[in-house]
Every structure is written in structure tokens, then in C-alpha cells.
């Protein structure tokens, strides 16, 4: 099973990128299964309405949030209306929308897709740990989901490398986001789980974490804020990691990052390319 999740999409410039590299990725690849984190999809904060069923119609099997789920009023009501967009799985209890789900994938596997966000440094939520076990207690990897894909939007990296170790063995891939700047420890853990600590942003990286450089320059060298932050609006690359699964046990074969376009380094999964 060939899985991609693509990191934070951040303005317009991330979501013109995804818009147009997603659907030649899933061909290229021959993609089964596509995650996508949007929660700064709608100018850096958020994400509306038209723009999820826009990356839904570019290839995202599911759409993924974080801490700016809710920046953007409307998401409280129309995210009830699509269970494919997740917010955090550990908000309250009452919190409109859904943490989890089980989708079908392109070649026919059950994918079950969590959304859980860190606790430090972030703002004050149930345990992810906890609710992410409780999860997979319920739906585990082949007894009741072939695959199992874990968005941990989180900031502080032992955070996220101690969620990796917590489902090691137990979820095909754990996927850190939030922080924009995409790391390069992508590897298999011991027990079979892919992992990266954060897969990036799709984005312009000129900026300082995709919004136009001069406001955050002014607030660092001032501290009197003088406008907005907005996204920076140049050329965008596509971060995210790649994952092959095995169809047999439900855990990682191979994993790569996924680099395209924009100033980074390109970086793309060659055990894909024939």
C-alpha cells in the first residue's frame, strides 16, 4: 500500500502548490491513500470550507487540523458535514467535528486516520497518549483497520519522538506536524512504524514558518507589532513523507521524505520510481 501525507499547508502559495503537484503525484506514484494537514490553509490560519473540498478534489483522501482548527468561526459549523476533516482527537468532549476515522484507500484497505495534538507548548488538552491508545484499543492494526496513520501536531520534538516509541509496532506511520521546518530523521522504528518528527510545510520557505518575513523581523527587533502576519506568497515547495506499507502486517516496508519544487533541497521516494 503506497500512503503520502503532505505537511502543514500554509496561504495561498502551499495551497496553489498542493493544487497542482497532488494530482500528478497520485499518478505518478499511483498513490493509495493521501493525508493532508490544512489547518493553515486559509491565509495562515485555518481553514475554510471551499478550501477543504478544494484539496479533497486534488487528491486528499483526508484532511488533518491542529491548533488553528477553530481560528476560522465557520469550521465550527461545517465540520460537522464532512467526517473527512479531522480536528485533535483529545479537544473536550462536545467539541464539534471528529478526531478519527476509517476510510477506504484506492486499492481497497481500511485505513484508519487519527488527528492528536502535544500538550507542551501548546494549549491545555486531554492526554494524546491516552486517546490515541483508547483509539487503536478499539480499531487496531488488522483487527479492524490494515492501516493505521497518526497526525501528531505537536511542538517540542521528545514529545513527539515518545508518541513515536508509544506506537511503535501498533500504527503503520506517525507523522509529527506544527512546526513547519521539516526534520530529516525519517526512519522505521524497531517495531515497524514509520515516523518523522515533523514532515514540514507545503509552503513558501522564504519567510520565517511561511508568513512574510517583515512582520515577525519588526515584532523580534521592536516587540510593537505594526500589522498582520500573512503568509508569504512565493514560489511554495511540497514537504510531507512518504510511506510503502506491507499489505501482510500493516506496518512500514520503506519511508521517505517527499521534498518537491520551491528552495529546499528535492528530496521523492525512489523505491516508487519504476
Not at 164 to 180: E, I, K
Not at 231 to 260: E, F, Q, V
Request: hydrophobic fraction near 40%; aromatic fraction near 8%.
Amino acid at each position: 500500500m503506497r500512503l503520502l501525507f503532505l505537511g502543514d499547508v500554509v496561504g495561498r502559495s502551499g495551497r496553489q502548490a498542493v493544487l497542482n503537484g497532488l494530482p500528478k503525484l497520485r499518478d505518478r506514484y499511483k498513490l493509495d491513500f493521501v493525508v493532508v494537514n490544512g489547518e493553515n490553509a486559509a491565509g495562515g490560519f485555518g481553514i475554510t470550507e471551499a478550501i477543504f473540498e478544494e484539496l479533497r478534489g486534488a487528491g486528499a483522501d483526508v484532511v488533518t487540523l491542529g491548533n488553528h482548527s477553530f481560528d476560522q468561526k465557520d469550521t465550527l459549523v461545517f465540520i460537522e458535514r464532512h467526517d473527512r476533516l479531522l480536528r485533535p482527537i483529545n479537544y473536550p468532549a462536545g467539541t464539534p467535528g471528529r478526531g478519527a476515522g476509517l476510510f477506504r484507500a484506492a486499492n481497497g484497505a481500511d485505513v484508519l486516520v487519527i488527528n492528536a495534538m502535544g500538550l507542551v507548548f501548546m494549549p491545555e488538552l486531554a492526554c494524546p497518549f491516552r486517546a490515541v491508545d483508547h483509539e487503536i484499543e478499539a480499531c487496531g492494526l488488522k483487527r479492524g483497520a490494515d492501516a493505521i496513520l497518526v497526525d501528531f501536531h505537536a511542538e517540542a520534538t521528545s514529545e513527539k519522538q515518545a508518541f513515536g516509541y508509544f506506537l511503535d509496532g501498533r500504527a503503520s506511520c506517525v507523522v509529527g506536524t506544527h512546526t513547519h521546518a521539516p526534520t530529516s530523521d525519517e526512519r522505521i522504528l524497531p517495531r515497524g512504524t514509520a515516523y518523522i518528527s515533523d514532515a514540514g510545510m507545503c509552503g513558501d520557505y522564504e519567510s520565517v514558518l511561511g508568513m512574510d518575513r517583515e512582520e515577525p523581523l519588526n515584532r523580534f527587533l521592536t516587540k510593537i507589532p505594526r500589522g498582520r502576519f500573512e503568509p508569504a506568497n512565493g514560489p511554495a515547495t511540497l514537504s510531507g513523507l512518504a510511506i510503502d506499507i506491507d499489505d501482510a502486517t500493516g506496518l512500514a516496508r520503506h519511508t521517505a521524505a517527499l521534498r518537491l519544487g520551491g528552495v529546499l533541497t528535492p528530496t521523492e521516494p525512489l523505491f516508487w520510481v519504476e
